[in-house]
């Protein structure tokens, strides 16, 4: 099906909308009633007809309003983006991997053309068409990883493996949830994980990590991560907060529905070839409240999880403060019915 | 006492040991204000160590003789600067002549502790010949999430950042790359509203 590209804002004005296709697909990552730390892993081979888990790198009607976005962040920001030196030879198999599944999955949007080195990559939403030789940097106007990832939603780590260890060497990151490429740059999975709470002791870090070394060339896998942000702004990050944080004090029992977001991360894992590194897209999709509560089964479950998440996550995930008013809205959707397992709709 | 013992903390957060005695022909001490107190216990453990060993000292301003009594001990070589940030190049080329084997010993602040220690695995020492011991100032090297800039001696959470002046409270999420903490906004959600600065671990 051809996508109809949304003309919207994830910052000032806040123009951003769902579609009613974009929340019927949209990720709702709670497939009971309470949340608890899981490494909540699974293969990433597809899903469902129009789920956002049926293509390797879901396009959605945002995109060319988040690349967008993420053009603004750069120009104010550059150290958004950043590789270490050893780092561009994977930068390229990403590049690789992204043009060659993006031309497979959507070859309306998407076209790669290949005569041994020589490439051409057409972009059709985002207006793109480039000639340039695999593997020589100075045929591209970025680094293979900047090139690429300008053109691509979520964000991206790409992880180097030496020691036993993944270290967070090169990255794009401009819709993160409150955490910093600039800072945790160089650092390997347990130190970049340090702040998280509880699932250190729960041994979750351990056993993520194990699983994630042993990712094969073709074989991804996929989980859920999840926040609550106040507006639908893509760019939380440490570096504006003292900016944005003030948005957090905004909510109000009139306006909570409309501005108080659900935040989930499609996190997926990737072998790459040449290097044999591994890239980790982290891809962000916004629900409002309002939104989510069409779908009935969610509000009820949202409610019961939201009320429930232990005060130290809460805090973690920054919405303590406003629990509260979150917990007393969704209420009002929560009739008390049972729900079904699992995350689809009944 | 110059030593402190550290409360359990996260996994990013640099835990120190005891300088130990290594066998090695070459043995480079980079040690500021009471970190000296720590090489005086070194030798004492392995008294050969000296005649191979270069220091490079850096005194507290309210120094009560320890540079004195560094070159009393005897070391091949004894450099005392004015502060760390001045001996770099120096440092640099120190590291750059290593030869293979270089036994590496960093003691005092973990702001010197951390620099150095990032000046030395750039130069491909590896982790196992670098040793480390916390000793006198519990103050941080302080990275500001948001302006960048790093803000030396820092001893009171929160406390303002020398570069752009937010207000910062003081993560625990330390950085190997940079040899710093994490200063993040403390009044973000609320400005103006500055809890009372306290001062470390008190």
Not at chain 1, 1 to 25: C, L, V, W
Not at chain 2, 29 to 38: P, T, V
Not at chain 2, 69 to 77: E, F, M, V
Request: hydrophobic share 35%; charged share 25%; glycine share 6%.
């Amino acid at each position: 099906m051809t996508i109809q590209f949304n003309d919207e804002t994830f910052r000032d004005d806040y123009t951003f909308t769902n579609s009613e296709r974009a929340i019927k697909r949209f990720p709702f990552p709670f497939h009971e009633d309470s949340y608890m730390y899981s490494v909540n892993m699974e293969q990433h081979q597809g899903g469902p007809e129009g789920s956002i888990y049926e293509k390797r790198f879901d396009v959605d009607e945002h995109y060319i309003s988040e690349m967008k976005d993420r053009a603004l962040v750069l120009d104010e920001d550059p150290l958004r983006c950043q590789s270490l030196p050893h780092m561009t030879l994977a930068g390229w198999d990403l590049l690789e991997l992204i043009m060659v599944s993006k031309s497979e999955d959507y070859p309306d949007l998407f076209e790669l053309h290949r005569d041994g080195n020589n490439w051409h990559w057409i972009n059709k939403p985002l207006g793109i068409e480039q000639k340039f030789v695999f593997m020589d940097e100075s045929t591209l106007p970025y680094g293979p990883m900047e090139y690429i990832t300008r053109q691509t939603q979520g964000d991206f780590a790409l992880l180097d493996q030496r020691d036993e260890n993944l270290w967070m060497d090169a990255g794009m990151v401009t819709t993160q949830a409150d955490w910093s490429l600039d800072f945790d740059i160089g650092m390997n999975f347990f130190e970049w994980h340090a702040p998280v709470p509880k699932a250190h002791e729960m041994g979750i870090f351990k056993r993520a990590l194990k699983f994630l070394l042993n990712i094969q060339q073709g074989m991804p896998a996929r989980r859920l991560n999840w926040t609550m942000t106040v507006n639908p702004l893509l760019d939380t990050s440490p570096e504006n907060y003292h900016k944005w944080g003030a948005q957090k004090t905004t909510l109000t029992p009139e306006n909570v529905g409309q501005k108080q977001y659900l935040r989930v991360e499609l996190q997926t894992f990737f072998r790459l070839p040449r290097s044999n590194g591994m890239v980790f897209p982290i891809r962000c999709y916004l629900i409002s409240l309002e939104d989510l509560v069409t779908i009935p089964k969610w509000g009820r479950r949202l409610h019961r999880v939201i009320r429930d998440v232990p005060e130290e996550l809460a805090t973690y995930k920054g919405f303590i403060d406003n629990r509260p008013l979150i917990v007393d809205y969704l209420s009002k959707f929560d009739d008390g019915a049972p729900t079904s397992d699992g995350v689809w709709p009944d | 006492m110059s030593t402190f013992k550290f409360p359990p903390s996260i996994t990013s957060r640099p835990v120190y040991g005891t300088l130990e005695p290594r066998s090695g022909k070459h043995h480079l001490m980079i040690a500021d204000a009471e970190g000296a107190e720590a090489l005086f216990d070194l030798v004492e453990k392995d008294p050969d160590l000296i005649a191979h060993a270069q220091i490079m000292y850096f005194p507290a301003a309210d120094d009560t003789g320890y540079a004195e009594k560094l070159k009393a001990i005897s070391p091949s070589k004894l450099y005392v600067g004015p502060s760390y940030s001045a001996a770099v190049p120096r440092l640099r080329r120190i590291l750059q002549d290593a030869h293979m084997g270089l036994q590496v010993y960093l003691a005092g602040t973990e702001g010197l502790i951390g620099q150095a220690m990032s000046e030395a695995t750039n130069a491909g020492i590896p982790h196992t010949a670098i040793q480390t011991e916390h000793r006198g100032s519990v103050a941080r090297r302080m990275q500001c999430v948001h302006c960048k800039g790093i803000t030396e001696n820092v001893v009171t959470d929160p406390f303002t950042c020398s570069h752009c002046g937010l207000n910062l409270f003081v993560r625990d999420h330390y950085s190997r790359r940079i040899a710093a903490f994490q200063g993040v906004c403390v009044d973000a959600e609320d400005p103006g509203n500055v809890p009372p600065k306290r001062e470390l671990y008190s």
